[in-house]
């Protein structure tokens, strides 16, 4: 179709840190119906992880807007503005807050956006709680098959409406796929901001990394690494693998390395990972790929969910030189699309979209499962977090609600912002590692 034919759809997303970005805008394109252009706003949350300038410009996705805002300001700006679809890439909590907040300032609107929302990645914890806190999105995107029927069960035992699940694949994916060995021979570890959570832990990883770099002197060994000292992603990261390896003396075929991950893959011939989404990624570019087992396959690392996929080892197995074969079965179940089926993998949420879009007499009330009166000792304290009120108005107090923030409270909230970074990445992480001494 010819571009000139195309209508231009708006959409909004809203997201509480660089990872969650990242993946609330590429869905956004993804997503779109086929015959239109998007024009993305995007909407930072303002709080601990809200993405700083590097970190927007490694993520590399274009807006054609972009703007930091609290949950109550957001929702004036949903109140006044029309658009065609609304992608809410938080947490839980903040989804179910927003939902709310819609539910009030769209009231007795039929032409409201087509609300989606969903996971970063893997889900392989709080299951049942994250997703009833999504409920009431008009599409809930599962990343795969497998969660996608366990997305239906959980809604569908609980009594509620499991029509919004779409079976999606995860956004970032793409890449050529590997076609042998590089030179030199390149072994990356992506790193993860909260798993392994101790000194200890994190301090053998890097221990181990920095043998295999001297044991074999001709490869290059790479960290991949999230973000900088100071800088949150959705996790919080308190002993920084920068710090850790300061007191250590890496050969030269060692190297920190940041940028995106896609990239970085581009001259990958071995990725090793704890449980990170990038393990995903590297399956579905087929490159061989290791989830190691050093610390134990356990539900609070998140490995547990390789379960099955035959990339399951440890490192001294990875310097004798092993190298997994991925289950092919398992990675058919994890929207991988190694298979080659990537392209078409978001045509049902597509489908669903423009039909929403296309509805007679627009698009009903949100309907979130939790409610006053279904959890009245749980709803209120979820809402209250984003100063809105258990109707989903915003509580007396709330910041600047009903007004544009002059000049001398943008300055002042600049300052207490900053101060509250400093406070929550610096100075909380020194008085909890000194409560363990």
């Given amino acids: ?86 992608v809410l890439a938080l947490v839980g909590g903040g989804v ?89 021979y390149t072994v990356v570890f992506a790193a993860q901001p909260s798993v392994p959570d101790s000194r200890k832990d994190r301090t053998y990883l890097l221990n181990r990394l920095i043998q295999h770099a001297r044991k074999h002197p001709e490869r290059e060994v790479l960290l991949k690494l999230r973000s900088k000292p100071g800088e949150h992603t959705t996790h919080i990261e308190e002993l920084p693998y920068q710090k850790l390896v300061q007191r250590l003396e890496p050969p030269a075929n060692f190297k920190l390395v940041y940028g995106n991950m896609g990239e970085v893959l581009d001259r990958t011939d071995l990725m090793v990972t704890i449980s990170s989404t990038a393990a995903l990624e590297s399956l579905h570019r087929r490159i061989p790929t290791v989830v190691l087992t050093d610390l134990g396959v356990r539900e609070m690392l998140g490995n547990h969910h390789f379960v099955g996929s035959g990339c399951l080892a440890s490192w001294d197995q990875l310097d004798e030189g092993h190298r997994p074969t991925p289950n092919e079965e398992w990675v058919s179940r994890q929207g991988v699309c190694a298979d080659g089926s990537y392209a078409t993998a978001f045509d049902p949420a597509r489908e669903r979209i423009a039909k929403l879009l296309e509805r007679p007499g627009g698009l009903p009330a949100l309907t979130p499962y939790y409610t006053p009166a279904t959890a009245p000792g749980y709803l209120p304290g979820i809402l209250a977090r984003h100063h809105l009120g258990p109707d989903g108005s915003p509580l007396p107090g709330a910041p600047a609600h009903d007004r544009e923030p002059g000049p001398v409270r943008q300055i002042v909230r600049r300052a207490a912002r900053g101060a509250y970074r400093h406070g929550v990445q610096r100075v909380a992480p020194v008085i909890r590692r000194m409560g363990e001494l």
Avoid: C
């Avoid at 990872?19 to 779109?32: D, E, P």
């Fill in 1 to 86: 179709m010819p571009a000139s034919a195309k209508k231009t759809r708006r959409v909004a997303v809203l997201a509480d840190s660089d990872t969650r970005w990242k993946w609330g805008a590429l869905t956004a394109n993804r997503i779109a119906p086929e015959d239109s252009d998007i024009r993305l706003d995007g909407f930072l949350l303002r709080g601990r992880a809200t993405p700083t300038a590097r970190q927007l410009q490694e993520v590399g996705v274009h807006a054609d807007s972009l703007s930091e805002v609290s949950a109550v300001e957001f929702l004036r700006v949903m109140a006044k503005e029309q658009y065609d679809v609304l």
């Fill in 96 to 184: 179910q807050a927003v939902l709310h907040g819609l539910k009030r300032v769209w009231e007795g609107r039929s032409d409201r956006p087509v609300v989606v929302t969903g996971y970063v990645g893997v889900v392989y914890e709080k299951l049942a709680d994250g997703l009833l806190l999504r409920h009431g999105a008009d599409l809930v995107l599962a990343n795969s098959r497998q969660d996608a029927e366990r997305f239906r069960a959980v809604y569908e035992g609980v009594g509620a409406d499991s029509s919004s699940v779409t079976e999606v694949a995860l956004p970032f994916l793409g890449g050529e796929p590997y076609t042998g060995e590089h030179d030199p």
